[in-house]
């Protein structure tokens, strides 16, 4: 029997440190062997006890400590927060949006590659992009400007666009449409307001009052025929009345 188990059952008031962790009771055994030689030396009363009650509590302190410091381990660090949900936006909050093309088809800033370029021009003319096919996209220049001189065919028509690479602006365009196609295409009939307003809305920042428009019927059909000067451009334009489209269209830069 150990020395610490002889104590605690001679003295009960020890039997609660047998409980205790094992440096506690390791640091207690020590004390029973002081006590263990004041017995054989006689010297069990007086000194012994206050032995006794120093070594009690000097166990009980370090089983204190022994304690929370075992119950501090126990408790987890504070979970970090991942970088890539710290840099998520918060809830309800749109990510910021893509670069995108005027309705005209200029770009806000930079220059724009060629797959921009192209959608640009479809776009303008008008034409689903599985529609075009013959397509010839190529850089050049005019009047200086560097531009994707874009050709592309479609069974209704023929397409020639000039766009800026800085930029994506339409600096030059050139298209006829079919007669035949147009009730095929389909639409709804317009007046002379309404055609002016499909004008505007095809370039951007324009008005329909800046539009010169007139009516021709010669070929019974009749078609609407003018012109639109805007931001160093001129445009030239014929619209079928039945159908509102523009089966005829030419931009330019003015001198």
């Not at 079919?178 to 709804?188: I, T």
Request: proline fraction near 5%.
């Amino acid at each position: 029997m150990s020395n610490l188990r002889k104590i605690s059952v001679r003295y009960p008031i020890f039997q609660q440190i047998i409980l205790l962790p094992a440096s506690a009771q390791l640091c207690f055994e020590r004390f029973c062997d002081r006590i263990r030689v004041s017995w054989r030396d006689g010297k069990e009363c007086g000194n012994v006890k206050r032995i006794f009650s120093c070594g009690l509590a000097a166990g009980l302190l370090l089983a204190c400590l022994t304690g929370c410091s075992v119950l501090q381990s126990d408790i987890p660090d504070s979970q970090e927060v991942p970088v890539s949900s710290a840099l998520e936006a918060p809830s309800g909050q749109e990510p910021a949006p893509s670069p995108s093309f005027a309705p005209n088809g200029g770009s806000s800033s930079g220059e724009v590659s060629r797959e921009e370029a192209l959608a640009i021009a479809l776009d303008n003319a008008g034409v689903p992009e599985g529609d075009a096919y013959n397509i010839k996209n190529e850089t050049d220049g005019d009047n200086g400007i560097p531009i994707y001189d874009i050709e592309f065919e479609t069974e209704y028509g023929d397409y020639d666009f000039e766009i800026a690479i800085d930029g994506g602006r339409i600096v030059g365009a050139d298209y006829e449409v079919d007669e035949e196609w147009l009730d095929a295409l389909g639409g709804s009939p317009v007046g002379l307001e309404e055609a002016a307003a499909v004008v505007a809305g095809k370039v951007h920042g324009s008005s329909p009052e800046d539009v010169k428009i007139r009516e021709e019927s010669e070929d019974g059909r009749g078609r609407y025929e003018g012109e639109l000067s805007f931001d160093g451009m001129k445009f030239e334009f014929e619209i079928d009345p039945q159908t509102g489209l523009i089966f005829d269209w030419s931009a330019d830069l003015r001198d």
